[in-house]
């Protein structure tokens, strides 16, 4: 692997430890930038087409975004190992949860329609301007199943003994499974959202988004560290990740609803345009009048997110984010991990849910 990151569109050597953020993420966008040239040379010697596909899978991949999976991902392993040991053998494994993440967001793009993700078009929009709609959705389907098969040839390439790889890669299946049932569970809501209910919710919620956003990396960190056989530190990876896992999830549903599409890279009120039943949305139904109910069902967008306001249900979301980012940052304060680790993890904890997009 070589001892690079990507900046711009330059390359500098990666410092050596301890590792900032930015040097961080300079380092999985290197790791990643240099597997998927390879990726798209390949495919490019079967047919020109098939190279084009893939670099439109790769600028998918490239195209910003927070990171968040891989940077738990490195604490998780960093709270273990300490500061000494060198990251570039764990890289592929890390780049792997950016290249799951991908698939996860084309497929979930396309379910809910969605126009644009970080402010560019979406996989299925991309390949639609092309070729029409039916085309569109089709190629999108492609482009997400190319990137998990990508992440788990990536993932393949981390440099560990074979029983390390195994656990790490039965936390990695174990992700997987979630997010996908999660997703089943988002797109069943809304089918019948009238009948969803706050807690059913906050179920897809753990399984959907914190799951696999922070508790699978974290224990996903602490199998790369060939550390999985520590109770005390397992137990408070998964209190925390599911805690601040589900505040990102209800930080996404209000951004959803309030967020600024300049800023988030989406179009405002998506979620209540398709009628997702969020925490949020659940909560104001539970706490609307009988006016605000009847109001609710017809209004538009903006009138819709007026009355969801007046029922007080933002401000209660807001103190669910808070009271499970204390619990997060409780578990991890009293956990046997590194110093620099545990400082990196209560931050992280306040940052990703209590974010502009």
């Keep these: 692997m070589a001892n690079h990151t990507l900046e711009g569109n330059r390359l500098e050597a990666i410092p050596r430890q301890p590792v900032s953020h930015r040097a961080l993420i300079g380092a999985v966008e290197g790791t990643l930038a240099d597997f998927l040239a390879v990726q798209i040379a390949s495919l490019d010697t079967v047919d020109p087409a098939l190279g084009g596909f893939?670099?439109?899978?790769?600028?998918?991949?490239?195209?910003?975004?927070?990171r968040i999976r891989p940077t738990f991902a490195y604490w998780g392993w960093r709270g273990v190992v300490g500061s000494a040991e060198p990251v570039e053998g764990v890289l592929p494994a890390l780049g792997a949860l950016e290249l799951m993440h991908t698939f996860a967001l084309v497929h979930d793009d396309l379910?809910?329609?969605?126009?644009?993700?970080?402010?560019?078009?979406?996989?299925?929009r991309l390949f639609a301007a092309q070729h029409g709609e039916q085309f569109g959705d089709s190629a999108a389907i492609l482009v997400g199943d190319l990137c998990l098969v990508w992440a788990d040839q990536l993932l393949a390439r981390t440099t560990l003994p074979p029983a390390?790889?195994?656990?790490?890669?039965?936390?990695?299946?174990?992700?997987?499974?979630?997010?996908?049932a999660g997703q089943y569970?988002?797109?069943?809501?809304?089918?019948?959202?009238?009948?969803?209910?706050?807690?059913?919710?906050?179920?897809?919620?753990r399984h959907k988004t914190a799951s696999y956003t922070v508790q699978w990396p974290l224990g996903f960190g602490l199998a790369l560290a060939s550390s999985g056989g520590d109770p005390a530190l397992e137990e408070a990876y998964r209190i925390y990740g599911l805690a601040v896992g589900e505040a990102f999830q209800l930080r996404d549903d209000l951004l959803g609803?309030?967020?600024?599409?300049?800023?988030?890279?989406?179009?405002?009120?998506?979620?209540?345009?398709?009628?997702?039943?969020?925490?949020l949305l659940m909560l104001a139904r539970r706490m609307a009048s009988s006016a605000q109910l009847d109001?609710?069902?017809?209004a538009d967008v903006t009138r819709q997110a007026e009355i969801i306001t007046a029922t007080g249900a933002p401000a209660q979301v807001e103190e669910m984010i808070r009271s499970r980012v204390d619990e997060g940052v409780a578990a991890i304060a009293g956990a046997p991990v590194r110093p620099d680790a545990r400082a990196a993890l209560i931050e992280l904890a306040t940052a990703?849910?209590?974010r502009p997009a």
Aim: hydrophobic content about 40%.
């Design 185 to 205: 569970l988002d797109v069943l809501g809304e089918t019948d959202p009238a009948n969803w209910s706050v807690e059913r919710a906050l179920l897809v919620a």
């Design 54 to 66: 893939a670099r439109t899978a790769r600028d998918l991949v490239m195209a910003g975004g927070k």
């Design 164 to 180: 390390t790889l195994l656990d790490v890669r039965t936390r990695y299946d174990r992700m997987r499974v979630e997010a996908v």
């Design 111 to 124: 379910m809910d329609r969605s126009a644009t993700r970080r402010g560019r078009p979406t996989a299925h």
């Design 257 to 279: 609803v309030y967020g600024d599409p300049a800023v988030t890279g989406k179009p405002a009120g998506d979620d209540l345009r398709t009628g997702k039943p969020t925490t």
């Design 295 to 298: 109001e609710l069902a017809v």
């Design 352 to 354: 990703v849910t209590h």
